[in-house]
């Protein structure tokens, strides 16, 4: 199964400032996913990253908070903006392997004061 | 209503037990069901995947989905310590790409 690799693993970010979170992938896909996963709560999707498109968001998640960039089929990042402590949690990247199998990354946990 | 409805626990038990972690969906549409396994500090691993209703084993895991009752359950044989996760259900519609998990199960096994 492919190997994911994420960064950075964890930061304390002040509130108002943007953090971008790289993941790393050692086989080409075509789609890639973040996810964002709040204490207590269930993963939820943010958006679709394909190479060479927008990214897809979720209801609840725009482009101008959580930009997101596909430059080639191995790597994508994930943009949290202008954040808030409400932003604290853990992000992150995800690729679909065969059928219905999903790979994750250690994730990027988050923590805005 | 939450589309997957996932008791979070936390779930405690001794070593050796039979354990059960249930989840419930809304969503007529759901195929495809997963179970995965978020060690602390990591991402979640695939443990068992299963399609439409029916049972599915693997080792000392069973996996079972009533898609009649719109009901899974993934049962652990014998635990170990090393069991000792949070237990994520997952499931996806017919061609969709995105999963919807349950809140997850925290489980500790007590040796």
């Known amino acids: 199964s492919a190997v994911i690799s994420q960064k950075p693993s964890r930061d304390i970010c002040q509130r108002g400032t943007s953090l971008t979170i790289q993941c790393q992938v050692d086989?080409?896909?075509?789609?890639m996913f973040w996810y964002r996963q709040q204490p207590g709560q269930s993963l939820t999707l943010i958006a679709t990253?394909?190479?060479?498109?927008?990214?897809?968001?979720e209801s609840g998640f725009v482009i101008d908070k959580f930009p997101i960039s596909r430059p080639n089929l191995t790597f994508s990042t994930l943009t949290v903006s202008n954040m808030s402590p409400e932003d604290s949690s853990i992000y992150l990247c995800?690729?679909?392997?065969?059928?219905?199998?999903?790979?994750f990354g250690s994730g990027t946990r988050l923590t805005v004061v | 209503q939450k589309e997957v409805e996932q008791d979070p626990g936390p779930l405690s038990v001794p070593e050796g037990a039979i354990v059960s972690l249930n989840c419930t969906y809304s969503n007529s549409a759901f195929q495809y069901f997963m179970w995965y396994r978020q060690y602390s500090r990591k991402g979640p691993e695939l443990l068992m995947y299963?399609?439409?209703?029916g049972n599915k084993e693997d080792g000392r895991f069973t996996a079972q989905v009533d898609k009649s009752s719109k009901y899974i359950s993934l049962f652990i044989r014998d635990s170990q310590p090393s069991d000792s996760a949070t237990y994520l259900c997952a499931m996806s519609a017919q061609g969709a790409q995105k999963l919807v998990f349950g809140q997850g199960t925290r489980l500790t096994i007590n040796p």
């Open positions: 086989s080409q896909v075509t789609m």
């Open positions: 995800s690729v679909k392997q065969g059928a219905h199998g999903y790979t």
């Open positions: 299963t399609y439409s209703s």
């Open positions: 990253a394909n190479q060479g498109s927008e990214a897809t968001y």
